[in-house]
């Protein structure tokens, strides 16, 4: 079984100030780890993936995760926010390893970031 | 550039009609999802296809169903709307093999209204 909370369902940035945006998993078994990101009227678009090589996860855009097994942590952070990261953003769990099921991922409730002028 | 299409961005349809929805992507991927997605609750997963003519039920298949008789192509189908089916619809592949590259592929969505 796995399971995906997302802390926040929204939160609000001024423009350059550091993102956080948090996310908390459950999984019985070595989970992959993705945020996706949509925009406005968008399609959800891959920003960054966990599949157990380096903990410290770099995507797209500035955006970094960082994977903390002892704290089933997968908080997404951004040094300096642009306007045009204004957005909706999902964590997502999903099986690392194939086997039934695994074709399932499970998505958190989604965080809505603002980015203020 | 993988590319997820759906026929409709917006649709509006009365309870009782038989409703498609038509995804088509062009990358070959053996994996194909249709989720719906609803304020304050996220995606949830409908069905999902691994092949050709093989579909899996997700979280919450009532009322729906689907067909694939085409790897490039996966429809879904509301055989009666309700409205409580109105909602925001995102067909997804990707490849098969191993999970550590199930990397999905979204389309831009179809909204849905039934009225």
């Known amino acids: 079984a796995q399971s995906v909370t997302q802390l926040d369902s929204h939160v609000s940035v001024s423009e350059g100030t550091p993102v956080l945006l948090r996310c908390n998993y459950s999984s019985s078994y070595s989970p992959s780890l993705f945020w996706y990101v949509q925009h406005p009227n968008k399609g959800l678009q891959l920003l960054l993936k966990y599949t157990s090589a380096a903990t410290l996860v770099k995507g797209i855009n500035g955006f970094e995760a960082e994977f903390k097994k002892s704290e089933t942590s997968f908080h997404l952070t951004k040094p300096s926010a642009h306007m045009s990261d204004a957005a909706e953003y999902f964590c997502v769990v999903g099986p690392r390893d194939s086997g039934a099921g695994s074709y399932q991922l499970t998505f958190g409730k989604g965080t809505k970031l603002s980015v203020i002028p | 550039d993988v590319k997820v299409t759906q026929s409709s961005r917006y649709l509006v349809k009365r309870t009782g009609e038989k409703v498609f929805l038509e995804c088509v992507q062009d990358m070959d991927h053996e994996n194909m999802f249709w989720y719906r997605q609803d304020p304050g609750l996220g995606l949830r997963l409908i069905y999902f296809?691994?092949?050709?003519?093989?579909?899996e039920k997700g979280d919450i298949p009532e009322g729906y169903s689907v067909s694939r008789e085409k790897k490039e192509r996966f429809s879904l189908i509301l055989e009666s709307a309700s409205t409580n089916q109105t909602s925001m619809y995102l067909c997804?592949?990707?490849?098969?093999?191993?999970?550590?590259?199930?990397?999905?592929?979204f389309g831009a969505g179809t909204r849905l209204s039934v009225l």
């Open positions: 997804a592949s990707s490849p098969g093999g191993s999970v550590a590259k199930n990397i999905q592929y």
């Open positions: 296809s691994y092949d050709v003519k093989m579909k």
